[in-house]
Nanobody
Framework: QVQLVESGGGLVQAGGSLRLSCAASSRTGTRYHMGWFRQAPGKEREFVTAITWSGSTTDYADSVKGRFTISRDNTKITVTLQMNSLKPEDTAVYYC????????????????WGQGTQVTVSS
């Protein structure tokens, strides 16, 4: 069992920045690929970005490329999402997810989910 705890959400104006963090409760978290997903009101949860367990490979949704950066620290078992140039359409609850299979994580399947953190971008 791995617990994921997100932090760092909040309210920001368009063009601003936020930094989200997700901490895993167990060192087994270092063996998982980790990612961020988001769910806006009335919409399905969607993939935002992911990083392999080694940190060597990352992937981003087209909508966030060039604005968001994912990174991880396996000594602290955390994954961080730096979000710059935020837009109102980035408003959503952001979830941290993990999976030992990269393709499944990219497909939106997480073996564990965090509780989510709200990001609101005002225009």
């Amino acid at each position: 069992q791995v617990q994921l705890v997100e932090s760092g959400g909040g309210l920001v104006q368009a063009g601003g920045s936020l930094r989200l963090s997700c901490a895993a409760s167990s060192r087994t978290g270092t063996r998982y690929h980790m990612g961020w997903f988001r769910q806006a009101p009335g919409k399905e949860r969607e993939f935002v970005t992911a990083i392999t367990w080694s940190g060597s490979t990352t992937d981003y949704a087209d909508s966030v490329k060039g604005r968001f950066t994912i990174s991880r620290d396996n000594t602290k078992i955390t994954v961080t999402l730096q979000m710059n140039s935020l837009k109102p359409e980035d408003t959503a609850v952001y979830y941290c997810g993990i999976n030992s299979v990269w393709a499944r994580l990219r497909g939106g399947v997480s073996q564990y989910w965090g509780q989510g953190t709200q990001v609101t971008v005002s225009s």
